[in-house]
C-alpha cells in the first residue's frame, strides 16, 4: 500500500466513522509519514517517488495565492492542503536528520483543524499553501544534495557511491523500524494503563454500590414517609369536619323527631350526604371506616363505649349498636368507632 492509498484509507475510515480521537488521528498521521520516508528513501531521488507528496504536489505546487477563492474550488480535493502542509514538514525535517515537530492531540499547528479531514479551508489558506510550497522546495533539495536513490552513470560511478547509497538507505529503514518499535511500545504502555484504570473504577465502583444502596433504600423510605405523613395529616383534619358534621347530624335530627317536621327532617338528612362524601375522600387515599355490625365482639382498639357503660366485661362484651364509624389508615387507628354494648 503506498502513501496515497493509506492516506485515502484513513480519509474514508474517520468520514464513515464521524469521529476519531486526537491519539487515533496522531498515529495514523505518524505511519503516514514514516511510509512518505521509506517511499522517498527507497525510490530514483525525485519527489514522485511518494505518490503522496507527487499528489500533492501537482495540486498545491504551482498554485499562486488565491485567498478565499483558491480555497473555495479546492475544498473537496485530496489530499487536504492541512494534510499535505504537515506532512511536508515532518517529512523536510526528517529528511534533514530532524524530530520535526508533529500534532500532539491529532490537530494542525493552529489547533483547529483536525487531520485527515481532507479538503481545504479558507481559514490560514495562504500561509498554509507557503509553507507547504517551501517544504517541497526543501525536500527535493535534500534529496538532491544526498543523491538518495540516485544510481550514477557508468562513466562517474564507483564502488565508494554505490556503498554510500546502500548505507543510506539501511540507516533510514533502520530508523523507520525503530520509530516504529518506540510507538508500539508506547501504545501497549497506554493500552496496559487504561486497562489497570479500568480496573481500579470498577473496584471503586464496586465498593460503592453497597453504600449506594442503602442510600437509595433510604430516600424511598423518606418519600414513603412524607406522603404517608401528609395522608395523615389530611385525614384527621377531615375527621374532625366529620365529627362536626355528625354532632349537627345527632342534634337537628332530634329535635325533628320531636317536633314532627317532616320538611325539618328531610333537610337534615342532607347531613348524611355530607359525611358519605367525607368518607369516600378518605377512602381514595386508603383511610377506611371502622363499622362493626350487632353481635361483634369488643375490641378495645378499635371502640370506644359512649353509653356511660364503664362495668362490663371486655371478654365476652358484644356490639349492640354503631354510634359512629371510628377510621383507620393501615395500622394505625384515627378515631375509634362509637358503640353502644
Not at 506532512?87 to 491529532?106: I, N
Not at 538532491?144 to 540507516?171: C, H, T
Request: charged letters at 35%; proline letters at 2%; glycine letters at 10%.
Amino acid at each position: 500500500m503506498d502513501s496515497l492509498v493509506l492516506y485515502e484509507a484513513v480519509c474514508i475510515r474517520y468520514a464513515a466513522r464521524k469521529s476519531g480521537t486526537g491519539r487515533e488521528r496522531r498515529i495514523d498521521f505518524e505511519k503516514l509519514v514514516d511510509l512518505i520516508v521509506k517511499e522517498l528513501m527507497e525510490g530514483d531521488g525525485d519527489i514522485k517517488a511518494s505518490p503522496f507528496l507527487a499528489e500533492a504536489d501537482r495540486v498545491y505546487g504551482g498554485m499562486r495565492k488565491g485567498g478565499k477563492a483558491a480555497a473555495g474550488q479546492l475544498r473537496r480535493r485530496r489530499p487536504g492542503l492541512p494534510d499535505a502542509c504537515e506532512a511536508a514538514a515532518c517529512v523536510f525535517g526528517r529528511l534533514r536528520g530532524e524530530d520535526a515537530p508533529e500534532p500532539e492531540d491529532g490537530r494542525m499547528g493552529d489547533g483547529k483543524v483536525a487531520l485527515f479531514a481532507g479538503g481545504c479551508q479558507e481559514a490560514g489558506f495562504e500561509r498554509r499553501l507557503a509553507d507547504f510550497q517551501k517544504n517541497v522546495e526543501g525536500i527535493k533539495n535534500c534529496l538532491k544534495a544526498k543523491n538518495i536513490g540516485k544510481k550514477d552513470s557508468k562513466e562517474d560511478s564507483g564502488p565508494e557511491k554505490e556503498a554510500d547509497f546502500v548505507n543510506a538507505r539501511l540507516r533510514a529503514e533502520q530508523e523507520c523500524t525503530e520509530r516504529m518499535k518506540l510507538r508500539l511500545e508506547a501504545n501497549q504502555r497506554e493500552a496496559g494503563e487504561w486497562r489497570h484504570s479500568q480496573k481500579e473504577l470498577i473496584g471503586t465502583m464496586s465498593a460503592l454500590q453497597a453504600d449506594i444502596g442503602r442510600e437509595l433504600k433510604r430516600l424511598m423510605c423518606y418519600s414513603d414517609n412524607l406522603t404517608e405523613n401528609y395522608v395523615l395529616r389530611f385525614a384527621r383534619a377531615m375527621t374532625e369536619i366529620y365529627n362536626l358534621i355528625a354532632d349537627g347530624y345527632a342534634f337537628h335530627r332530634g329535635r325533628a323527631e320531636r317536633d314532627g317536621n317532616e320538611d325539618y327532617y328531610n333537610a337534615v338528612l342532607n347531613y348524611e350526604e355530607f359525611m358519605s362524601s367525607i368518607a369516600d375522600a378518605l377512602a381514595v387515599f386508603g383511610v377506611e371506616e371502622i363499622v362493626s355490625v350487632e353481635g361483634t365482639s369488643f375490641d378495645g382498639k378499635f371502640h370506644e363505649v359512649c353509653d356511660g357503660s364503664d362495668n362490663f366485661s371486655a371478654r365476652t362484651a358484644v356490639v349492640k349498636r354503631s354510634v359512629r364509624p371510628g377510621f383507620r389508615y393501615n395500622d394505625i387507628v384515627l378515631q375509634k368507632e362509637r358503640i353502644q354494648l
